[in-house]
């Protein structure tokens, strides 16, 4: 039996011979060489006018930057408020402790919470001077009140080197999440 010429085996090029290949032309053609585009009027269709080139957006001379700056989220968007204050308390609880950086509450903290935070961290640190507490802190429980859509206040009852502390906080939506916007210990 015989194969069809399409089918049988080709006898491959030997190696190490090279072939030439013609080099693509990359660059578009200067004015005046064959395939150059020439246009002897406007750029623009019949019946297609120009768009206006508008840099100031709603009002002139200042850009609308409404569509970038933190939106907010109602409530039933979020997670369920006091499940999330108890974990945020926990988390606190241990960057107080020196366990965690205070670093995992940026997201989570308004600018100003978090410069509080900071601060508090520091100075728990000096206190601590490396001493570990018998206990890890732990939170006994919390309550949450939501004054009006999007915003909770949270109270928090905690037991910190066996010593108890109240924390509230106040659970603002934003972006899609938690945050939270005034912190309180007592």
């Known amino acids: 039996m015989t194969?069809?010429?399409?089918?049988?085996?080709?006898s491959p090029e030997p190696a190490g011979r090279l072939r030439r290949a013609p080099v693509p032309?990359?660059?578009p053609p200067f004015a005046g060489e064959p395939?150059?585009?020439?246009?002897?009027?406007p750029l623009v269709g019949p019946g297609q006018g120009v768009l206006p080139l508008n840099l100031g957006g709603p009002r002139r001379g200042a850009l609308d930057e409404s569509f970038a700056a933190p939106q907010p989220t109602a409530s039933d968007r979020l997670p369920v408020a006091q499940d999330w204050g108890r974990r945020y308390v926990q988390v606190l609880l241990e960057v107080?402790?020196?366990q965690r950086p205070t670093t995992q509450l940026l997201?989570?903290?308004s600018t100003d919470v978090y410069a509080s935070l900071q601060k508090r961290a520091a100075l728990s640190a000096r206190l601590r001077r490396?001493?570990?507490p018998a206990r890890p802190p732990?939170?006994?429980s919390v309550r949450a009140c939501s004054p009006r859509d999007g915003v909770t206040e949270v109270a928090a009852v905690v037991v910190d080197s066996g010593r108890v502390r109240a924390f509230a906080l106040r659970l603002e939506g934003w972006d899609g999440r938690w945050r939270v916007t005034a912190l309180e210990s007592a």
Do not use: F, K, M, N
């Open 96 to 98: 107080l402790a020196g």
């Open 25 to 27: 032309v990359c660059e």
């Open 138 to 140: 732990a939170v006994l």
């Open 107 to 109: 997201r989570w903290s």
């Open 3 to 10: 194969l069809p010429t399409a089918l049988a085996p080709q």
């Open 130 to 132: 490396g001493a570990r």
């Open 35 to 41: 395939g150059a585009v020439t246009t002897s009027g």
